[in-house]
């Protein structure tokens, strides 16, 4: 018997720790509580608790602010970085083939009971979540984890053949100096958080675009090449 795999309409998720966060971590708080706006503008509905976010020009405002803004610069590039390596491993090219463009960041506040309800993010590829401080969160007590939803359909049946889709959630802590990127479509939420530390991240979307030095359609060639090698 001869099997073939074929594996398509996959969600990938990818954890990136930055082992230089420690050294930056109490600038870039410095950096976002000082940042913080007086009240929430985008999606106020979605939003409280004590949940309280900046501007969304954070990561971009940061290489202007000097020595202020070396903590929240460092963690921007470290991002970056972290989508490039996530966008390659999925399409299964080369760095030096795309362009990461940041398009808005924020960061999220959160104590006495802030969350985030449940959305998604439209007009981008992939998006990042990054922690800076995770304060008392725990996947134990669900005190503000970040909870992503399955993107398929609901009505499958849970038998032996589709229990791998049982699932129709999954539950990420946050720890610091941890960035998690995914794709812009998965529905997700912030969990309320209370604690004797506040719950501090950074969000982020992206799109990606090709390097107009590469010859694209020879990239995407090579990639067709991956897929039929791994299906042999």
Not at 198 to 222: A, H, Y
Request: glycine fraction near 6%.
């Amino acid at each position: 018997m001869t099997c073939e795999v074929f594996d398509y309409w996959t969600t990938s998720f990818y954890m990136v720790e930055n082992e230089n966060h420690d050294e930056v971590k109490q600038e870039a708080l410095d950096y976002i509580y000082d940042s913080l706006e007086s009240e929430i503008v985008v999606a106020p509905r979605a939003k409280g608790g004590g949940l309280r976010e900046t501007n969304f020009e954070l990561f971009h405002k940061s290489k202007f602010a000097e020595a202020a803004g070396h903590g929240v610069g460092s963690i921007y590039d470290f991002c970056l970085r972290g989508v490039a390596t996530a966008v390659c491993h999925k399409q299964k090219i080369s760095v030096d083939e795309i362009s990461v463009k940041m398009l808005d960041s924020w960061a999220h506040v959160s104590n006495d009971c802030g969350y985030h309800d449940a959305h998604n993010h439209p007009n981008c590829s992939w998006c990042g979540i990054y922690c800076v401080e995770a304060g008392e969160s725990s996947s134990e007590t669900l005190n503000g984890i970040n909870r992503f939803y399955s993107p398929l359909n609901s009505m499958t049946l849970d038998d032996m053949g589709s229990h791998y889709l049982a699932s129709n959630s999954n539950d990420w802590e946050p720890k610091d100096g941890v960035l998690i990127v995914f794709p812009s479509y998965l529905m997700h939420c912030a969990l309320p958080y209370s604690g004797e530390v506040d719950r501090v991240v950074i969000s982020f979307n992206t799109i990606i675009e090709k390097n107009p030095l590469i010859d694209w359609n020879e990239s995407m060639k090579g990639y067709a090449e991956v897929l039929t090698e791994e299906a042999i």
